[in-house]
């Protein structure tokens, strides 16, 4: 909440939102996200595989233990409900159904009919249009290099500026909600802090990719 040794300035909620819900504009709702998800995306700020300036260094500034343990508190907030855009038709069709024509898959079939995510990809809902078109454009542009199988990178290629635009309107029209837990993803797989020393790490220190 202080923002520790960095100050106030790099305080969460300063830009994340009091609930993590974000700024509506280029920090992004932070509730309810994965919390294996939230600390891998502090390693890859902080190892420059995810490129973002401001992020890069308030990621430095933390150590491991903070990175889990500021995951594992966003992580447990839960979404509240706040203003999204109106649906968008152009953008709808991508995201309901891709085109398979030139190998498109819908942006459903992984985020979820609703944009609800799940443990494995991260929620579009509650997200604003401005930050979700921002990290298409990163991934296009190789700012952004860290989803594990390169599915982002690829989708985001075959998109049309104008087509990128239209489905990152349509994915900030979702109101924000928890993501959907599969059955057969036990509730232990969110970090617990208290259980940290204890448990052998999902993925080994200093590397974020092996073990993904
Ligand atoms: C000065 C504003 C600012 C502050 C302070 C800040 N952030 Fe951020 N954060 C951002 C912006 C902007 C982005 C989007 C960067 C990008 O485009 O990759 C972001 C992105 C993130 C992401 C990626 C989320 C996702 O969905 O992929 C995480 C995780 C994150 N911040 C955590 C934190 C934590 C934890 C703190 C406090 C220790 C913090 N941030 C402080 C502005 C800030
Ligand atoms: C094959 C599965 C798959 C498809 C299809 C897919 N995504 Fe993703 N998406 C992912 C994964 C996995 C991540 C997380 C990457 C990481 O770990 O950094 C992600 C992350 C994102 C993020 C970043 C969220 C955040 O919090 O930073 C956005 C925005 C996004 N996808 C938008 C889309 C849109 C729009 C489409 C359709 C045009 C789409 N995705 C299609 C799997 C997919």
Known sequence: MSGGDAGAKAACFTCHGLKGEGDGRDAPRLAGLDAGYLHRQLDDYANGRREHATMR??????????????????????????????RNPAGARIYDEGDPARGLPSCASCHGESGAGDAANPPLAGQSAAYIAGQLTAWRDAKRNNDPLGEMRRVSRLLSP???????????????RPPEVPATSPAARRADP??????PRPHATGSSRRGE
Not at 162 to 173: D, I, N, Q, T, W
Request: aromatic residues 8%.
């Open 194 to 199: 208290r259980s940290d020393a204890s448990k």
């Open 57 to 86: 260094e308030i990621a430095r500034k933390l150590g491991d233990g903070d990175r889990s343990k500021v995951s594992a508190y966003y992580a447990s907030l839960h979404p509240g409900a706040w203003p999204v855009d109106a």
């Open 162 to 176: 104008a087509e990128l635009e239209a489905v990152s309107r349509h994915a900030a029209s979702f109101p924000p």
